[in-house]
């Protein structure tokens, strides 16, 4: 299928203030500013100079997109680290950015997020033992936690 095509294209400054716009409605990634500026049909070299005008105004801050986005999809989302750093990485942000942004998860918060976590899916699961510990491992691991630390938050409940 062919890339969507705008029917007239933005100029230059037209594309600035709609981009503003939707820079300020939330925090996003260099990325995603690039998809919306390919949206409305700006040049290449525009896109570039736009950006650069984006980040010198500080409405956009890939920096400051990564610390919002990991501190949210573990307070509301419940994600494990390994899960934030692939869909960080999936919107191209740079892996300074993302350990910046995995800064923002406080270690004792995860640790209580995850012992929960595993609790609560070790007493839904009515299987043997052996198979309720695999089962919930495997849900923690989709969820994006570290193997051990899932070891260690087993090991603790029964």
């Known amino acids: 299928m062919p890339p969507f095509r705008p029917a007239k294209k933005a100029t230059p400054e037209q594309a600035l203030q709609q981009v503003k716009h939707f820079c300020g409605f939330r925090e996003r ?10 949206s409305l049909g700006v040049w ?5 100079e736009i950006l650069s005008k984006l980040i ?15 501190g949210g999809k573990f307070r509301v989302n419940k ?3 390994n899960r934030i750093r692939y869909a ?13 942004g995995l800064e923002e998860i406080d270690e004792a918060d995860y640790l209580k997020v995850l012992a929960r976590l595993a609790a609560d899916k070790y007493k839904s699961l009515s299987d043997s033992d052996a198979l309720r510990r695999k089962k919930t491992q495997e849900y923690l691991m989709g969820r994006g936690f570290e193997f051990e630390l ?7 409940v029964s």
């Open 44 to 48: 290449r070299s525009d896109q570039e």
């Open 56 to 70: 010198e105004t500080d409405y956009l801050n890939e920096e400051r997109f990564a610390r919002v986005f990991a």
């Open 150 to 156: 899932i070891k260690s938050a087993l090991s603790s």
């Open 79 to 81: 994600w494990g680290r």
């Open 29 to 38: 990634c260099h990325e995603e500013v690039r998809e919306k500026l390919r």
């Open 88 to 100: 960080l990485k999936q919107k191209k942000v740079s892996d300074y950015c993302i350990r910046k």
